[in-house]
């Protein structure tokens, strides 16, 4: 009778383990919120500056090419690692588009007439919005992949 128990409770701890690849939900959580953190206070920055309208126009346009740059490398990246047909094309591409945002970014606040302490901020508020992205990006697929998985 005690085996026929304590199969019963190994086969429990089975069935309830989660799989250890995909994302926690604290990780998750905390990856949107690096990305709504960075990108909403790049954004309630760029509202609040003494700039032009076109130098705003400037620096959101690099903000969401630097979005969607580092996604599409994430995506690329990870397709390559499993096997999935990626044309080096869209390869090189996303890895061009994500490096030319984080140079116009530079370029754009080294010649800007701002504070240090003001460049700083847009170049840190950048790097949290991307790393927010790449890290949503890597849950989502982490998640999916995992759920398709436990389908089958």
Not at 81 to 108: K, M, P
């Amino acid at each position: 009778m005690e085996t026929v128990n304590t199969q019963n409770k190994e086969n429990k701890k089975q069935t309830t383990m989660r799989n250890p690849l995909k994302p926690t939900p604290a990780f998750i959580g905390a990856s949107w919120m690096v990305l709504f953190t960075g990108t909403i206070s790049y954004c309630v920055g760029l509202w609040n500056a003494t700039m032009e309208l076109n130098e705003k126009g400037y620096y959101f346009t690099i903000l969401l090419f630097g979005l969607f740059a580092v996604i599409s490398v994430q995506k690329t990246v990870r397709d390559k690692a499993e096997g999935l047909e990626v044309t080096e094309l869209y390869y090189g591409l996303a890895w061009f588009a994500t490096i030319a945002s984080l140079t116009l970014l530079v370029i754009g606040l080294w010649n800007a007439e701002l504070l240090l302490s003001e460049k700083g901020f847009y170049g840190v508020s950048f790097i949290l919005a991307v790393f927010g992205a790449i890290a949503v990006q890597k849950n989502t697929r982490d998640a999916k992949l995992i759920d398709d998985q436990d389908k089958i």
